[in-house]
């Protein structure tokens, strides 16, 4: 598909919350369509090393010398700043979640639009598929994934309504899954051809929006990563270096913002015996979103909130 892999949100707003320093190390942990890569490297860095798990991403790469990609998870941030001999980094910018290019991916199986094998993993490696968990979780497991991960209100009827299903037939495609939490017949979905285009009820759109957000996430395990990197992140930034966040989901969000207020992941304010508060970090940015011109052109950015903050000396 030639369609544009990625756009990149609140551009602008990011690079200038990181302050990019010349000669200072950045990572982008989230490199995808490269775009905040190419301008954090427009504006002068250093050096920039930039992760991406999905190997889709490097027919971005960039050709500069200043610039090292990274095939990995971003959970091993460490490990992998240790390989490379770097101590401390100047930035670290994560937009999280997933790209264009997987929605628009009808073989990836991220949307609920196509007809197509229910996989959902940005690391095409990863052992564990979305169809695996849709027929080995329990149902009480389903439910409480589409609740925490999706807010779906209905979760618990969507889950009785995908074990029923897959009590007939293992869940095995997209359609397989939309019929099954819709409780439809697989042939009111429409002509289907793999990878050809749904029928969906618009009425349905949201609940089935969710409720792949669900599985994409848990399939990922997107929080866990989250947190082994923030923790990285945080022992690795250099004082007065930043950290800019892109977050697209409550959870994702409290997590980072508490995070972030905290410098722990269980968000727990330490104060000194004067009351005052301990924490490692001076917050720049509180969840500034996209302004209205930018979601006009680029509607996916509207979930966006930007999260910036400063390592204290
Ligand atoms: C929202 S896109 C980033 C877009 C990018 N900022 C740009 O300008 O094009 C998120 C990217 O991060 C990658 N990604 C998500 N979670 C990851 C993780 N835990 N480790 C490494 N890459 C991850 C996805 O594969 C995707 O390409």
Known sequence: MDNVYHIPAMLNETIEGLNIKPEGVYVDVTFGGGGHSRAILEAGAGHLYSFDQDKDALQNAIEDERW?????????LRNWMDFYGVEQIDGLLADLGVSFHHFDCPERGFSFRFSAPLDMRMNQTAKRTAADIVNGYSEEELAQI?????????????????????????????EDLVAAAL????GSLGNLGNLGELDI??????????LFQAL???VNDEMGALREMLVAARDLLKPGGRIAILTYHSLEDRLVKNFLRSGNLEGEI?????????TPFTI???????????????????SAKLRVAEKKG
């Open 146 to 174: 589409l609740w925490l991960y999706g807010e779906l209100k209905n979760g618990r009827g969507i889950a009785r309504n995908i074990c029923r299903a897959r009590a007939q037939k293992p869940i095995e495609r997209t």
């Open 201 to 210: 009820p618009t009425n349905a759109k949201k609940d089935l929006a969710r």
């Open 270 to 278: 330490e104060k000194d015996f004067y009351g005052n508060i301990l």
């Open 216 to 218: 994409r996430i848990e």
């Open 183 to 186: 409780n439809v017949r697989l």
């Open 68 to 76: 090292t990609f990274v095939h990995s998870n971003f959970r091993y």
């Open 284 to 302: 720049l940015e509180k969840g500034r979103t996209a302004c209205a011109e930018e979601v006009e052109s680029n509607p996916r950015s509207r």
